[in-house]
């Protein structure tokens, strides 16, 4: 077979690692794909940028519908980011009749559902195994390596920049702003870095995740989503008396009533494999009914290890041009036909247990007034606990945190009693909530 063609939508941190990857290991490549694997063209923004890369036989345009247009080019490869000129890239990559692999998890998770029909129309694969915790191959592992199982549910830690400054908040007391700037210049957080630290990128994730788990299809706009922003280091350290620790996770639940989707920071038991994936690193936990809980770890973002999926993804098409379109493994991992409607919760709706941090005054009959509360809303505690040393004075009377942990129960019920308990005269300031999960 003649070798194959690739085109570059970009040449930042992931398409350096692209080329790196495709030149060192250009023979093992070619052995596993049946091909060669040549990159001959590369859009840039910037074109007078310094590069620290061999681009020798890589035509380097600021062109980037100069790609998508060349006869010569197979398989286009998005590394753009966003949905502007990446979609339209991907678009007109399809409308030419080239293969597409992305890195780009809001353009599936946004635009996905259409991208698909045009690629199937035309018989044509979009490839995105680095779209979701870089270099981990999961959408593989769930869409075929675990095709005979019903998934229960899914949790991730699937946002570098997110784990990488919780993990440094509550390793080495070092603060927020400081930690992220680090992440950026480390090339992990996104370009516009609120994405990373409100949640957005690992909302996108978890859409795709879920999608191949379940099923449905991708329904970004139903994800319930929260970021790190407001972790306090004393919630981190009362966490971790209790044996938790806080993790941004990404989470997709079968129910009776329909599915779970959700991210925002989470306590987790300390001895859980997953509590202890720690700085960039991400790791997925994956529940199927036959085979139980399985457990993928790897880097989630950086030049290499999102160019290995990258690659692998390369070598999946390649090996799929010889292939009849109608036998291929569906985008999706279901048949597009056979997608389901199964409804997503809304997140008054989901059921899990909480901690709770409040500052009340330190009279009798405080902490009576708020159990009172919980009791009414058919809420049961778990654990509650006073801290040791006040919090200073409130007209006169002493102040003193109180930490609750909850069994589970509906967020609606938790909502209500926690209005209820902020207009007590008693509590002072807005109760802090956190979700716990077991994962178990
Ligand atoms: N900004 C992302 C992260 C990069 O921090 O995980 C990989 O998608």
Redesign the pocket.
Known sequence: MKAVKIGLLGLGTVGTGVISVLKRNADEIARRAGSEITVVAAAVRDLSKPRDIDSSGIRITDDPMSVVNDPEIDIVVELIGGDGVALDGVNKALENGKHVVTAN?ALIALHGNEIFKTARSKGLVVAFESAVA?GIPIIKSIREGLSANRIEWLAGII???SNYILTQMTEGGRNFDDVLAEAQALG???ADPAF?IEGT?AAHKLTILASIAFGISLQFDKVYQEGITNISSEDITYAQKFGYRIKHLGLARRTDRGIELRVHPTLIPEQKLIANVNDVMNAVLVQGDAVGPTLYYGA??GSEPTASSVVADLVDVVRTITTDPENRVPHLAFQPDTLSDLAILPIEEIDTAYYLRMGVINRPGVLAAITEIFGNKGISIETISQKENGDGKEDGEDKVSIILLTHNTKEGHLCDAIKQIEQLDTVYGSVTRLRVETLS
Request: overall charge negative; glycine content about 24%.
């Open positions: 998890k870089g946002n570098g920049t992990y957080a996104e990373d990128d989630g973002a």
